[in-house]
């Protein structure tokens, strides 16, 4: 199977054409940079690279002479959404094997990709005298399990630094959000990212063990040390040695329960209940709180030593609602995933959900998002996301507001005509036009070949 690596800044974009790709059976790893594609392709062989012209940290013809020195039996295929033919005579003149622009014709883009792998594979042949082959480089796929999803806004990549930059550490790291926001995968991520990463990661939820139980679930204990003890058991302690603990709501331990773990991470040994041996062990905390800790300090709730030995560094893990130009990425995302988990093949969402969406105050934050864009895959018979499928509080916000927009354009009964107006008024430039309008370019792309607007 040809692997493809596509380099492309707009990230909706980027997961349509991804998911084309997939489809007519070609691997794809997708970067969002030049950076991104510099540090992907250092790790992975790929067949082809499709890179855009325009990105936000270098020009899609530097980065190709730059991948042809280095890669020179890689092809090369440009994208732009601006068809300037001075422009394909200048990549090709510096090696691209084609050029395509925005927005595509599907069977164009085959076709080119076809063509270019085709004359890759007769050069290689051509060029190879022995009739012993160098072998790329294999690298295992890898697992999409507890993915993080990078988002565009300036709270995600302030998050994604601070990420990166706790990682290798071994400080114990503080996640400070409202519930639903992804503290726990956040804090997979950074012990995935860690040199822990090979050990063990084990959550647990502080709110859901009973004070009485804290001690034998943290630490373990021997068969019949107290009633019901049928058998011996492994604490969280011990079965996280090596790798990260992350102890999520860790405001609701008491009292108690908050000396003990106290005493366990001063002195980095446990004491399994009913037991005279004590056990090294050699972990990472990672904590998560939607309450200020600071505030229960000051009222006696939560220990002021233990406190600070958590919090060496903290991360805001921000809400849906402080991060505006995610959430459409955040949904695009759930959706592939609702698609895999369900078997079903929804193209995206309607121009209205898409609006009603963003009018939406999402006071459950991802976990909202993820349930109701799954509901909604669930419930949707055609190719999109209609508002038909969505929960009532939908529609009982949009009531309490004067409309979805005060925008001048907006997708209603006579929905050609608005793009066409918006076309018009940004003298076709399809990106202007979807912010004109409120939705993603990938959205307006769909809604153009639906009407067949050329």
Same mark, same amino acid.
């Given at each position: 199977?040809?692997?493809?690596?596509?380099?492309?800044?707009?990230?909706?974009?980027?997961?349509?054409?991804?998911?084309?790709?997939?489809?007519?059976?070609?691997?794809?790893?997708?970067?969002?940079?030049?950076?991104?594609?510099?540090?992907?392709?250092?790790?992975?062989?790929?067949?082809?690279?499709?890179?855009?012209?325009r990105l936000p940290d270098s020009d899609g013809i530097g980065l190709m002479s730059e991948f042809k020195n280095e890669y020179p039996q890689i092809p090369v295929i440009l994208m732009t959404g601006y068809s300037d033919v001075n422009t394909a005579v200048k990549a090709i003149k510096n090696g691209a094997a084609d050029y395509?622009?925005?927005?595509?014709?599907?069977?164009?883009?085959?076709?080119?990709?076809?063509?270019?792998?085709?004359?890759?594979?007769?050069?290689?042949?051509?060029?190879?005298?022995?009739?012993?082959?160098?072998?790329?480089?294999?690298?295992?796929?890898?697992?999409?399990?507890?993915?993080?999803?990078?988002?565009?806004?300036?709270?995600?990549?302030?998050?994604?630094?601070?990420?990166?930059?706790?990682?290798?550490?071994?400080?114990?790291?503080?996640?400070?959000?409202?519930?639903?926001?992804?503290?726990?995968?956040?804090a997979k991520s950074i012990h995935q990212q860690s040199q822990r990463k090979s050990n063990n990661f084990i959550a647990v939820d502080c709110g859901a063990i009973p004070k009485e139980l804290a001690a034998s679930e943290f630490f373990g204990h021997l068969k019949g040390s107290?009633?019901?003890?049928?058998?011996?058991?492994?604490?969280?302690?011990?079965?996280?040695?090596?790798?990260?603990?992350?102890?999520?709501?860790?405001?609701?331990?008491?009292?108690?329960?908050?000396?003990?773990?106290?005493?366990?991470?001063?002195?980095?040994?446990?004491?399994?209940?009913? /037991?005279?041996? !004590?056990?090294?062990?050699? *972990?990472?905390?990672?904590?998560? #709180?939607?309450?200020?800790?600071? =505030? %229960?300090? @000051?009222?006696?709730?939560?220990?002021?030593?233990?406190?600070?030995?958590?919090?060496?560094?903290?991360?805001?893990?921000?809400?849906?609602?402080?991060?505006?130009?995610?959430?459409?990425?955040?949904?695009?995302?759930?959706?592939?995933?609702?698609?895999?988990?369900?078997?079903?093949?929804?193209?995206?969402?309607?121009?209205?959900?898409?609006?009603?969406?963003?009018?939406?105050?999402?006071?459950?934050?991802?976990?909202?998002?993820?349930?109701?864009?799954?509901?909604?895959?669930?419930?949707?018979?055609?190719?999109?996301?209609?508002?038909?499928?969505?929960?009532?509080?939908?529609?009982?916000?949009?009531?309490?507001?004067?409309?979805?927009?005060?925008?001048?354009?907006?997708? /209603?009964?006579? !929905?050609?005509?608005?793009? *066409?107006?918006?076309?018009?008024? #940004?003298?076709?430039?399809?990106? =202007? %036009?979807? @912010?004109?309008?409120?939705?993603?370019?990938?959205?307006?792309?769909?809604?153009?070949?639906?009407?067949?607007?050329?």
């Open positions: 199977m040809p692997k493809i690596l596509v380099i492309e800044d707009d990230i909706s974009f980027c997961k349509l054409l991804e998911k084309f790709l997939i489809k007519n059976k070609y691997e794809v790893s997708v970067a969002f940079s030049a950076s991104e594609a510099r540090a992907i392709i250092k790790n992975e062989s790929f067949d082809l690279i499709l890179t855009d012209l395509i622009s925005k927005p595509f014709n599907p069977d164009e883009v085959l076709l080119v990709i076809t063509n270019a792998l085709k004359a890759a594979h007769t050069q290689e042949e051509e060029e190879t005298e022995t009739p012993v082959k160098q072998k790329k480089a294999v690298k295992k796929p890898v697992s999409a399990e507890n993915e993080f999803v990078r988002g565009i806004s300036v709270a995600s990549k302030k998050l994604l630094d601070h990420i990166q930059l706790v990682s290798p550490t071994d400080m114990s790291v503080l996640i400070i959000g409202e519930s639903g926001t992804g503290k726990e995968i956040i107290f009633t019901g003890a049928i058998s011996d058991k492994m604490g969280y302690f011990e079965a996280a040695n090596g790798g990260t603990l992350f102890l999520d709501e860790i405001g609701n331990l008491s009292y108690e329960n908050q000396i003990q773990l106290l005493r366990a991470l001063q002195e980095r040994k446990i004491k399994p209940v009913g /037991s005279n041996k !004590e056990i090294n062990v050699d *972990i990472r905390i990672i904590t998560a #709180t939607n309450e200020d800790l600071r =505030e %229960a300090v @000051k009222n006696g709730d939560f220990r002021e030593d233990l406190y600070h030995r958590i919090n060496e560094f903290s991360i805001q893990s921000p809400s849906l609602k402080d991060r505006d130009e995610d959430l459409m990425v955040f949904a695009d995302y759930f959706l592939e995933k609702a698609n895999q988990q369900l078997n079903k093949d929804v193209i995206g969402f309607s121009p209205e959900v898409v609006s009603i969406f963003q009018n939406y105050s999402w006071p459950g934050n991802l976990r909202e998002l993820q349930n109701c864009v799954k509901r909604a895959t669930l419930l949707t018979q055609g190719d999109f996301i209609e508002s038909d499928v969505l929960p009532i509080e939908f529609f009982q916000a949009e009531k309490q507001k004067t409309g979805f927009s005060s925008a001048s354009f907006s997708l /209603s009964d006579n !929905e050609k005509e608005a793009i *066409i107006q918006a076309l018009n008024r #940004t003298q076709n430039n399809k990106s =202007e %036009a979807a @912010k004109l309008l409120k939705i993603t370019r990938k959205t307006l792309y769909n809604k153009l070949k639906q009407y067949n607007i050329d």
